[in-house]
Every structure is written in C-alpha cells, then in structure tokens.
C-alpha cells in the first residue's frame, strides 16, 4: 500500500514539530526517518498512524484519505522501542489481540496466528508468557503481532535500541526479510545510521521538523544536499574553502577536483577517503598534520 504525506504541520504550543512535510512511500518500499532526538521522527510516525492529528495536511493510503482516521480504522501495524506486550498474556494471546479486536473468527485466528509465529521463529514458544523470554524474543513477538492482521502499513519506531549490539544486527536482517517477504510498505524511525544504511530502501533524513534530503542510502551517503547531512550521517572532515571553476581551494590542503562552481564552499571529506603517508610530496590535495591519538576499534582505528 502506497503511503503519501502532503504539507504535515504540526505544532505544540509555540513549538513546531513538523514544518510542511512532503514524504511518498512507494508500495513493498522500506523507508528509513533518519534524524537526532527533537527532530520531529516520531511525531511524524504518531501522525501517520493517528494517534497525533495534524494542524496541516494530510495523509493518505493508497487513493483512501485517512487524516481524520482514528487509528483502529488505518489497519497500520506498529513495533515500539518497549514491545508494548501484555504481561499476562501468553505469547500466542498477544499474537492473536488484533485478530480479536477485529472479531475474526477462532479457527482464522488460530491459523494465522499460527503462520505469524512461524514467520519469526517463535512457535514452540506460543505458550510462554512475555517475562520467560528474551529481549530479542519479546521484539519477535511484537512483529508478529504487528504483521499477523495483514496491515497495509508497518510502522517501527526504534524497535532496536534497547537491543545489545549483536542481538540488534541480527534482527534488523530479520526484519528487513519478513518486511521482503511480505512486501509491507514500512516506515522506520531511527537516529541510528548504521542502521538507517543497511536496511533502508531510502532514507529521509529529518532536522528541525524538515525533510533535509531523501535518497538512497549510497546516494545521500556520498552526495549529501545540505551540511548538516554531511555532517550527521557517517564520519565526516568539513572543511571551509573557496569554489574556483572546477576545484576548491582550501587554505592548509590544497585544490581539490571538482564539479563547476564558484564562491565560498563546504568540502566533504570521508575518513575512508584520505591515505595517509610519511611523505606527500608532489600532490595537488594534500595536508601535514600530527597524529595525537590512536582510538581502537577493532576492524579499525580512529586517528584524531
């Protein structure tokens, strides 16, 4: 189901938490909301699945306009950072709620809760209840529930951040298969940019209440559209220069090659772009510096 967001404004008070966001999500397609904390993420999710109205604009599923929907009626599935299961209830119990709150009949609910535990891996545990299991068990269990009532739209908000470090790798793999498989429109909100670049289709990166650039996650990686762009996704050398034809100069380091332009500019460089050698003689782009720290990072190191 395609999702389309039209000029969303939101406001709290003398605060604007959503300046005019324009945002189309195509059918099957995994797109990332990618931003710091205060930059509007996770009111744009509440407003597209309802539970926060907009002062402007309006949302749509598919042709249907679902502005002033409440949020039972959006038939939006949503995993939260917490997992939100009901303590009481065994892990099939929360499977099957939506399925119940919709008034399916039992011999459907048992089917496809059934199929939705599969789906995760989880089906020998349908009997236990949320505290015997594991965090990354208890975050299965909530997709599940989120997928098991075939939603035209999945929504995840931080699902992994309260997630150990492997444990998170792996679930986003997951994820991202169930999200193919299924071919579930997702929106996905993270300040994490790792993982924005790994499992998105597209990433929207947000700041401010705004919609600073969206692309492809290679594409606003390697040609950023504004400098708080460069400056937030990845690890980035932002350095101050002048556009002259189809170089910049910049003091200390050099002409660097490229595209026409002319007037002050902002270079780009990544760390994985520099080389580093006792001896630069000859180069067109080139600094001297000292090495003051060594940080290990085990594939790697960071120089400072």
Known sequence: MRLSVQ???KRFGATTALGGVDLDLAEGEFLTILGPSGSGKTTL???VA????????RVRLGEEDVTDAPPRQRDVGMVFQNYALFPHLTVAQNVAFPLEMRHRPKPEIATRVAEALALVELGPLAGRLPRQLSGGQQQRVALARAVVFGPRLLLLDEPF??????LREGLQLEVRRLQR?????T?????DQEEALVMSDRIAVMNHGRLEQVGAPAEVYARPATR???DFLGESNLLEGEARGAAVAVPGFGRVPVAAAAGPATLL??????RLDAEAAGLDCRATGRVVETIFLGLSAKLR
């Open 187 to 191: 929106l996905f909100i993270t300040h």
């Open 228 to 230: 708080f762009v460069a």
């Open 181 to 185: 498989r299924l071919g579930l429109t």
């Open 269 to 274: 460089l990544r760390p994985e772009a520099l």
């Open 45 to 47: 999710l509440k407003v």
């Open 50 to 57: 309802g539970f926060e109205a907009p002062d402007e604009g």
């Open 161 to 166: 951040g309260a997630l150990d470090r492997k």
């Open 7 to 9: 000029g969303l404004v």
